[in-house]
């Protein structure tokens, strides 16, 4: 895996000093210790499927792995977002493990275990741009258009947020969880920042068209339906062929020709979940 660069958000920084201030700086280093080994699950199994890695980022409330290009399919997209909680749910397995064997481990690793449950339960929420909300659109995607599907994971967030809302304000008249409301805040956060946070870009057709015709490549034709939707197209390039598209309608009449190197210009104009017959 290429070296990933590391910047810190100023935020974060004060929030680190103030927990040490506080006297709880060592939660502040358990939960820092377990968004990393989060993030790097995440950064294994995006190099593993050929995404290009850029940096991690400390951010006031998490971690962030930024990719350069990246755009998933949505079964990329689920075996990325699970990695991160995987890591969470293997690291709970192995501490809990070591309890059994060697009891006196508990006193070492009970807080370890405590911010993994919590990052793994957390991400599992079907919001963005946490994990599970990443797996929930991929999931619907499949099955619906664009719209529908930023809808549907839109109102979600909203739902979700509102009702955590509503268990902070009943709690004020208990005892005051002011944690909820900031979960609250950051689930809405995500509902109207869909688009930005909705998928990764991938960099797909690097190689280098001129070297193959120089030495010569064969022109695979591939035959597509008007209702395809723009990402299936990745599936059919490779470095060893050139490839054209040729679009048809449901009457099988030719609607288009997509050559290999426009592809890029259309994954930067277009979703990559639109259909074919809404780009061209």
């Known amino acids: 895996m290429e070296r990933l660069k590391f910047r810190i958000h100023p935020l974060f920084l004060v929030i680190g000093i103030l927990t040490f201030f506080v006297g709880v700086g060592e939660i502040f280093l358990c939960y820092l210790v377990t968004v990393l080994l989060h993030e790097i699950g995440h950064a294994i199994v995006a190099r593993h499927l050929g995404y290009q890695l850029e940096q991690i980022s400390l951010l006031p409330f998490g971690a ?5 290009d990246d755009n998933f ?16 749910l293997i690291l709970i397995i192995i501490c809990v493990s070591l309890w059994w064997i060697f009891p006196i481990t508990y006193y070492y ?21 946490l994990d599970g909300g990443r797996v929930f659109r991929a999931i619907i995607s499949k099955y619906k258009d664009t719209k529908t599907t930023e809808k549907i994971v839109s109102v979600t967030a909203i739902t979700l947020s509102l009702l955590f809302f509503g268990v902070f304000i009943v709690s004020i008249f208990i005892e005051p969880l ?35 015709f120089k030495k010569g490549c064969n022109v695979n034709i591939v035959a ?22 040729v679009v048809y309608d449901k009457s099988n009449k030719l609607k288009k020709v997509i050559m290999e190197k426009n592809l890029d210009e259309l994954f930067t104009k277009f979703d990559s979940f639109e259909l074919l017959k809404d780009i061209i």
């Open 64 to 68: 962030e792995l930024s990719l350069q």
């Open 73 to 88: 399919t949505p079964s990329d997209e689920i075996k990325i977002a699970v990695a991160g909680p995987l890591v969470n």
């Open 109 to 129: 690793t009970d807080l370890f275990v405590f911010s993994n449950f919590i990052t793994f339960v957390f991400n599992l929420l079907p919001v963005f741009p």
């Open 178 to 212: 002011f944690y909820m409301a900031l979960v609250s805040i950051f689930l809405l956060t995500g509902a109207f920042n869909f688009n930005k946070n909705a998928v990764y870009k991938r960099r797909i057709f690097s190689k280098d068209l001129q070297k193959n």
């Open 224 to 245: 597509v339906s008007e209702d395809m939707p723009l990402y299936k197209l990745v599936k059919f390039v490779n470095t060893q062929n050139y490839t054209i598209f």
